[in-house]
Structures are given as structure tokens and as C-alpha cells.
């Protein structure tokens, strides 16, 4: 059995890089780089860094965001409602900065049994201390749900729609178009054609020239799904030169009418901030098609397109994730937890 010991950090600039890193081994957006990118980006939401060490050896790791403004997936009445509460009890949230993916880093067994339920206690007394309302250990695989280290006080659901992803398995983007059937490549050349005829263009950026302009865009794709606006939206596009990524914009007429913003940390891409304005003839296909492209160009291994539209994505070789999960505690719960085995037995 490993003694091990937790160390606790208010900033990821407190942590040496190396050993940061050394604990990501290399897994996409969680290297040392990207969180001072969210730390930046979401600066109203106060990290805590758990780092769980064997003797002198870093081995697991978890970041929690204290969460005043979380984009519920709820009727409006309802976040309005939610937000006076997490004004006064915040969320405490283990999830990667503006990544939609976990922030609990664990080793292989047999250490991952003995770091979890390590780094599960340092988390609760951390949610006891800041004095949230829930803890929530989101975006995780269903696998992890059933790992044997969780200690009472937590429970398992299934929260928002899984995201999409899919390998990168091609020499190149050619090489992938070619890989699919005529039918594919026929779309393709259809949506470049039909972005010439109506006189789409695509500039690419690494900053974001107009911030306001790419608002008003994002949050008209926000309204037409329904969904509660990115509350950290502005702080990724202010601060996006600070991590590797590039921004596409759709311009017609010199005017911006279309963008997206493509991420990558060790070689994973994630596409987000997708916006458009109303009478946009084939502009989503033309930044998905773009996206794809940066992939291939910047040598990414693994990308990730978000929620939705699932048909479109199926038929390009996009695969449903299997991280719309969660391990939520609550003050109470792991004393009911004791009582209800205690009566079983």
C-alpha cells in the first residue's frame, strides 16, 4: 500500500511545470499551458489544485473551479433561479477549464485505487471549506462511475448530451476524404462550391480581431439551440493567444458573418465558440470542413467537435463520447450514505 500525501495549490502558476506535466502524460487539454489559459479566461472562478504524491513521486492530480455562473441546461426561469443560488453557494466543479473534459488525472492501476479515493476526500474537504452547495466530479466515462475508490458521501448521474470525437487515423485530409464514399467527397466540393457562389471567404487568424463582433455571432447559435450563453465566452476569445489555436472567420463583403475558434493542447483538437448570422448558405459545413483541416495541418491526433448535430458528425467518422457522466456530492450526503449501509447490513 502507497502512503500517499496531497498537496494543495491555489493557482497553477504555484506548480512546477515539469511535475505538472508529468502527472498529464501527455493527455489533451490538462497540460500546465492550458489551465493558466483557463485560469485566465475564467478569472472569476477560483482554482484549487489537489496534487497526490507517492514519496517524492507526483502521480495523480485534480483541479476544482469554485462556479458562481454555470451554464445550466435548464428552462430559463429555472437558471435564474439557480443563479441567485449559486451566487450565494457556488458549484464547486473537478472539470478542465472551457474543455467539456474531466480535470481528475489518475495513474494506472494498482495506484489509481489508492489515489482516488486520496484525491475524493481532499475534494470534499475543500467543498466543506469554500462552503459550496454540490461537488461535482463531471465529464466522466461510465467506467469511471464504478471505480472502487470513491468514499461514501458520493453519488453517480447522468448529466447534459455526450460530445463527439473521432481519431485521426489519415496522412491527411486528402487521405481522409478519400478513405469515405463518393457520396462524402461529393459534399464537400458541394459546400466549397457553394460558399464560392455566395461569396464566403475563409480567414484564419491566431487572435481574435473583433471580440464583440464574434459575441453577437456566438450567441445567435446559443439562441437558436436554446442553450444558456458561455459565460466564459469573452475571457477564451480575449485571452486566445495564450494557448495553440486558430480562429476562423467567415467573411463576406469584408464583414465577418461566420466563426469559429479551433484548440489544440498535446496534439488534441477541440473546435467551440461556433457562431453565424442568420442567412448564412453553407457556412456550417464551411468551418466543420476548416476545422478538419487545421487537425491535419497541426499533426492532431485526436478531435473533438462538441454536442449536437450528431447526424452530420456520424457521417463524417465522428463517434459519441462516453464522458456525460458524473460523481456529484452535497452536505449531508455522505453521512446518509453511512446510515443506508449501516441499515443494510
Known amino acids: 500500500m502507497a502512503n500517499l500525501e496531497v498537496q494543495t495549490f491555489k493557482s ?77 453557494r457556488p458549484l464547486l466543479v473537478c472539470r478542465s477549464p472551457l474543455a467539456d473534459t474531466s480535470a481528475m488525472l489518475l495513474p ?33 466515462l461510465t467506467e ?33 476524404l478519400n478513405a469515405g464514399n463518393k457520396k462524402d467527397r461529393q459534399h464537400y466540393k458541394k459546400s466549397l462550391r457553394e460558399a464560392e457562389e455566395n461569396g464566403l471567404v475563409l480567414v484564419k487568424h491566431k487572435t481574435v480581431p473583433d471580440v464583440d463582433a464574434a459575441l453577437t455571432l456566438v450567441e445567435n447559435v446559443s439562441i437558436w439551440h436554446g442553450s444558456a450563453p458561455n459565460p466564459w465566452m469573452r475571457g477564451m476569445l480575449e485571452n486566445f493567444s495564450m494557448t495553440d489555436g486558430t480562429w476562423l472567420e467567415i467573411q463576406k463583403d469584408g464583414k465577418m458573418v461566420g466563426c469559429g475558434a479551433v484548440v489544440r493542447d498535446n496534439r488534441f483538437q477541440l473546435a467551440t465558440a461556433l457562431g453565424l448570422e442568420d442567412d448564412v448558405p453553407g457556412g456550417y459545413f464551411f468551418l466543420l470542413y476548416a476545422a478538419l483541416q487545421e487537425a491535419f495541418e497541426h499533426n492532431v491526433r485526436l478531435v473533438r467537435f462538441g454536442s449536437g448535430a450528431y447526424d452530420v458528425k456520424r457521417r463524417l467518422g465522428f463517434h459519441l463520447e462516453d464522458t456525460n457522466h458524473a460523481m456529484v456530492s452535497m452536505p449531508g450526503l455522505a453521512s446518509r450514505s453511512t446510515k443506508r449501509k449501516t441499515t443494510f447490513n
Open 12 to 88: 497553477i502558476n504555484e506548480i512546477d511545470p515539469e511535475i505538472w506535466n508529468r502527472v498529464v502524460a501527455g493527455r489533451g487539454f490538462q497540460s500546465h499551458n492550458w489551465y493558466q489559459f483557463g485560469e485566465r479566461a475564467m478569472a472569476e472562478c477560483q482554482p484549487t489544485y489537489l496534487l497526490a504524491w507517492d514519496g517524492d513521486k507526483p502521480i495523480a492530480s485534480a483541479a476544482l473551479f469554485r462556479i458562481h455562473n454555470e451554464p445550466l441546461p435548464l428552462p430559463a426561469i429555472a437558471r435564474r433561479f439557480m443563479a441567485s443560488v449559486l451566487k450565494r
Open 144 to 176: 469511471q462511475l464504478r471505480y472502487p475508490g470513491w468514499p461514501p458521501g458520493y453519488e453517480p448521474i447522468t448529466v447534459s448530451e455526450p460530445g463527439t470525437y473521432m481519431p485521426i487515423e489519415w496522412e491527411s485530409f486528402e487521405a481522409y
Open 108 to 140: 494506472g492501476e494498482p495506484l489509481r485505487d489508492e489515489a482516488l479515493p486520496v484525491l475524493a476526500k481532499a475534494a470534499q474537504q475543500e467543498f466543506k471549506r469554500q462552503r459550496c452547495s454540490f461537488l461535482v466530479f463531471d465529464f466522466l
